[in-house]
């Protein structure tokens, strides 16, 4: 059974930093596409950042420069650094892998940024 379990969030003060992790079990790595989504209360959900199974990386327009994406295969993990945050990046923020066409995702984590 594929599991995928988010971690990191939490509150942070604008102009601060956090770093999600996603671990991902009953999936061997590669040949998968991983990335992070996000949605803010009332609003839909979004594409953050996201990892091809070459290992080129995607980002939204709203985040470039601002956070980083990167994948661990020893450990499984996938990781969201998160810099410079903003109150507009306060939102649930969901790990999502695709594999061979199945879609997994995880059960969340709340990042609240203040202002």
């Known amino acids: 059974q594929v599991q995928l379990v988010e971690s990191g969030g939490g509150l942070v003060q604008a102009g601060g930093s956090l770093r999600l992790a996603c671990a991902v079990s009953?999936?061997?790595?590669?040949?998968?596409?991983m990335g992070w989504y996000r949605q803010a209360a009332g609003k839909q959900r979004e594409l953050v950042a996201f990892?091809?199974?070459?290992?080129?990386?995607n980002y939204a327009e709203s985040v470039k420069g601002r956070f980083t994406i990167s994948t661990d295969n020893a450990k499984n993990t996938m990781y969201l650094q998160m810099n410079t945050l903003k109150p507009e990046d306060t939102a649930v923020y969901f790990c999502?892998?695709?594999?061979?066409?199945?879609?997994?995702w995880g059960q969340g984590t709340q990042v609240t940024v203040s202002s």
């Open positions: 999502n892998v695709v594999r061979f066409g199945n879609d997994y």
């Open positions: 009953g999936m061997p790595s590669g040949s998968r596409v």
């Open positions: 990892v091809d199974p070459a290992g080129t990386t």
